[in-house]
């Protein structure tokens, strides 16, 4: 395992020079692939369940997040270079303007190596619609606003009535208030955390034989 | 009003005050649409009498929704199929229109008008007797919708003169809609800050700036306001909300109560803390259940049962809305 404690530091004290030194550092030691498994995920995994104790800050963890998507691609890293998943990955923010959890997340997707499509505010409607277009296999909905939350499961019923196979995940603040709301969505995961899609892309991407 | 005046003094009560935080039940009960309710300060007033009467909770809060505000500074807002309104786009596309933003003056906004209305006529129905609580949101959160919430985190982190611009902007903008709502009716407001919460942003952040924002602001607003930080949590700012001045705090459901009450001490009541939107999956022996806990926490004085968000969503069951009120008056009973 990397030691991040230094970059973690850094990144908590604002210091981004020195974060990015270090990580340029680190990545002449290992290869990206390490880096991202070694150091990106579990840092932001680590971050994720420290925002939910009360020890980090929701800025903090979305400065983090942004670091380390803007570090990646100015590294030029190669959308597939990681391979995690080949499953087809779409995310936005359902019939809502506040985008700050979708925009962590993507962080979190671009910094590890899942490629993804991003369909920013859709409505049940349209997002029916592009999964059918771009035939996508997980998709991540945000939501800030209880009642944009509840209506999530119009489109989970569609994609049921249609029959289509997509996986739903769901998050947001409603979603952090009410254990069984997911569940109530008709969704098929939830996370508190950005970090914490991760593993849920790996399950259903393993229980689809994609691995 | 002398239940919440003596709970906020610290002298025993009665009962415990009950703020049951109600926005959109209003409507329902008017029998018009969610998209109609808002759109004049009668109907806002006509719902909060009626809710009043059928619950016998103790506030008249004629909020209607977050954006108002920036509604009134030239934020489009959008509206959900049931009607409910939300932020649109920001307001604020570019850091340079900080500068030229126009003031407004509360008074003359024909859409702040409605809510003035609304406390005009819940003064008259009110007679002093049921506290009539206007809200504000705080100049260190409304940023979130007037910027949009990463653009606004990219401001703090990376240009402080045009964070100090939009802190003036709002400050000025926050007072003078604050004391035109206690001059239209309302005897108290209630200062939305969830940005002040450590859940959003550094402890040290709220140490250093939020905190004299809402000294500021407090300080000129002529009448008390309590702070609330919508479902945000307060620990390690609990000092610094102390010295805030304000005589009421509103607290996440993640929060322990006895751990609070301690910590605030008679320094400031507490306002909370049920969970609303759990409340909506709430039947009557669950709603017994968790009230009948945060009651036996509650002490004899210097705490308001109420919502830990700020507003009670309308899937909440009537039964459950009851059903609090019943408990609050069985723990009366026993007290």
């Known amino acids: 395992m990397i030691n991040y404690k230094n970059i973690k530091g850094f990144l908590l004290q604002n210091e981004i020079l020195f974060a990015e030194n270090e990580l340029n550092s680190l990545s002449n030691q290992y290869d990206k692939i390490a880096i991202v498994k070694e150091l990106v995920v579990p840092l932001l995994d680590e971050a994720g369940k420290e925002w939910e104790q009360g020890l980090l800050s929701l800025s903090q963890v979305y400065m983090m997040g942004k670091f380390f998507d803007g570090w990646f691609s100015l590294n030029l890293v190669d959308e597939t270079f990681v391979g995690q998943s080949s499953a087809k990955l779409a995310l936005a923010v359902f019939e809502d303007h506040h985008t700050l959890g979708k925009k962590i997340v993507k962080s979190v997707l671009n910094a590890t190596g899942y490629f993804h499509q991003d369909y920013e505010n859709k409505n049940s409607e349209q997002l029916i619609a592009l999964v059918i277009k771009d035939e996508i296999e997980i998709i991540m909905l945000s939501s800030l606003m209880l009642h944009s939350a509840l209506r999530i499961s119009n489109f989970t019923n569609e994609l049921q009535k249609k029959n289509l196979p997509t996986k739903v995940l769901v998050g947001g603040a409603p979603f952090r208030f009410d254990d069984h709301l997911w569940v109530e969505v008709g969704a098929d995961g939830t996370s508190a955390d950005a970090a914490g899609v991760i593993p849920l892309i790996e399950r259903f991407s393993i229980s689809r034989g994609q691995k | ?335």
């Open chain 2, 1 to 335: 009003m002398e239940r919440v005046l003596a709970s906020l003094s610290f002298q025993k009560v009665d009962r415990v005050p009950t703020f049951l935080l109600l926005v959109a039940q209003g409507a329902k009960e008017l029998g018009v649409p969610l998209k109609e309710y808002f759109k004049n300060g009668e109907n806002i007033s006509a719902g909060q009498e009626r809710l009043q009467k059928k619950y016998g909770h103790d506030v008249y809060y004629p909020f209607t929704y977050a954006a108002i505000e920036t509604e009134a500074m030239g934020q489009k807002v959008g509206q959900s199929p049931e009607g409910y309104s939300f932020a649109g786009p920001p307001l604020i596309k570019n850091l340079s229109e900080i500068y030229d933003l126009k003031e407004v003056d509360p008074n003359s906004s024909p859409i702040l008008e409605r809510v003035f209305v609304a406390e005009r006529n819940l003064k008259k129905i009110a007679d002093g007797k049921i506290p009539i609580v206007g809200v504000v949101m705080s100049p260190l959160s409304i940023p979130v919708m007037q910027l949009g919430f990463e653009n606004y985190l990219d401001l703090i982190q990376t240009d402080e003169k045009s964070f100090d611009a939009l802190i003036e902007y709002n400050t000025k903008f926050c007072i003078s809609y604050a004391n035109a709502q206690l001059e239209a009716g309302a005897n108290a407001i209630c200062y939305f800050d969830p940005m002040a919460s450590p859940s959003m942003l550094p402890r040290w952040f709220y140490a250093e700036k939020g905190l004299k924002i809402a000294k500021r602001v407090l300080s000129q607003i002529q009448g008390p306001a309590a702070i609330h930080l919508a479902s945000g949590i307060t620990d390690g700012i609990a000092e610094e909300l102390k010295e805030s001045g304000s005589p009421l705090l509103g607290f996440s459901c993640k929060e322990n109560i006895s751990a609070m009450k301690k910590s605030f001490g008679n320094k400031m009541a507490l306002l909370g803390n049920m969970n609303g939107i759990e409340m909506r999956t709430w039947d009557s022996e669950t709603t017994k259940k968790k009230v009948s806990a945060i009651l036996a926490e509650a002490g004899e004085s210097g705490f308001i049962l109420s919502d830990n968000h700020g507003e009670i969503p309308a899937s909440v069951p009537e039964i459950v809305l009851f059903e609090i009120m019943e408990c609050v008056k069985n723990d009366a009973a026993i007290r």
